[in-house]
């Protein structure tokens, strides 16, 4: 399995994983730092989703979001002291990463 193949894989597995998993209900409608926890899913979410329907590329416009968002979630994951909470953003944060 060659670099992008094995990356494809771990997005699929972890965005698979992302789908099963309820939103954190403390989180519903709330902002951390500013920033809005369902917007950050869900903007994350969105950029994901399209890097896999094009195949494993980004276009520039969801780079740029992706790239956001990453700072955004350094910013917040340190406030995040539920386990399962801070498990789905890291979870969220490793697929940006990967996809951008």
Same mark, same amino acid.
């Given at each position: 399995?060659?670099?992008?193949? #094995?990356?494809?894989?771990?997005?699929?597995?972890?965005?698979?994983?992302?789908?099963?998993? #309820?939103?954190?209900?403390?989180?519903? /409608?709330?902002?951390?730092? /500013? =920033? +809005?926890?369902?917007?950050?899913?869900?903007?994350?979410a969105g950029c994901v989703s399209t890097w896999r329907g094009n195949g494993g590329f %980004? +276009?520039? /416009?969801?780079?740029?979001?992706?790239?956001?968002? =990453?700072?955004?979630?350094?910013?917040?994951? %340190?406030?995040?002291? +539920?386990?399962?909470?801070?498990?789905?953003?890291?979870?969220?944060?490793?697929?940006?990463?990967?996809?951008?």
């Open positions: 399995m060659n670099g992008d193949s #094995e990356r494809e894989a771990v997005v699929a597995r972890l965005w698979q994983e992302h789908l099963d998993t #309820e939103f954190p209900a403390r989180l519903r /409608g709330a902002e951390l730092e /500013g =920033v +809005d926890m369902v917007m950050l899913d869900m903007s994350i %980004p +276009d520039a /416009g969801r780079l740029h979001i992706l790239r956001d968002r =990453v700072t955004e979630l350094d910013e917040v994951l %340190p406030l995040l002291m +539920d386990v399962e909470e801070l498990q789905y953003y890291e979870r969220l944060r490793h697929l940006a990463t990967l996809t951008s």
